[in-house]
């Protein structure tokens, strides 16, 4: 019964900005943290960014600088502001709910993804 929806994607230029949400529906208890993931065609999905439950940020070399994740309604929203886009940026976004497990926090709750284009 957990959803995890994700809405703002679309085309931008090459420079521009671009802001994705994800916003958490159903019984899913405390999460450790939640984080936005981005897949390309052909490739494995990987982590653009995680935040934990208490506003501690991690950013994929590759964005940082440029994009910046933040959460709101106790983490029941995720934004993901992308700023200076870059072309290699176009992917299918995902956001995703971290749990606790064992002594690692790991992401077990996905979205249905967002396409990205950067031209």
């Known amino acids: 019964h957990v959803q995890l929806v994700e809405s703002g994607g679309g085309s931008v230029q090459a420079g521009g900005s671009l802001k994705l949400s994800c916003v958490v529906s159903?019984?899913?208890?405390?999460?450790?943290?939640m984080g936005w993931y981005r897949q390309f065609p052909g490739k494995e999905r990987e982590v653009v960014s995680i935040i934990k439950r208490d506003g501690t940020t991690t950013y994929a070399d590759s964005v940082k600088g440029r994009f910046t994740i933040s959460q709101a309604n106790a983490g029941y929203t995720i934004d993901l502001q992308m700023n200076s886009v870059k072309i290699e940026d176009t992917a299918v976004y995902y956001c995703?709910?971290?749990?606790?497990?064992?002594?690692?926090?790991?992401?077990?709750?996905w979205g249905q993804g967002t396409q990205v284009t950067v031209s």
């Open positions: 159903g019984y899913i208890g405390d999460t450790c943290g």
């Open positions: 995703a709910a971290r749990l606790r497990v064992g002594a690692s926090c790991l992401s077990r709750y």
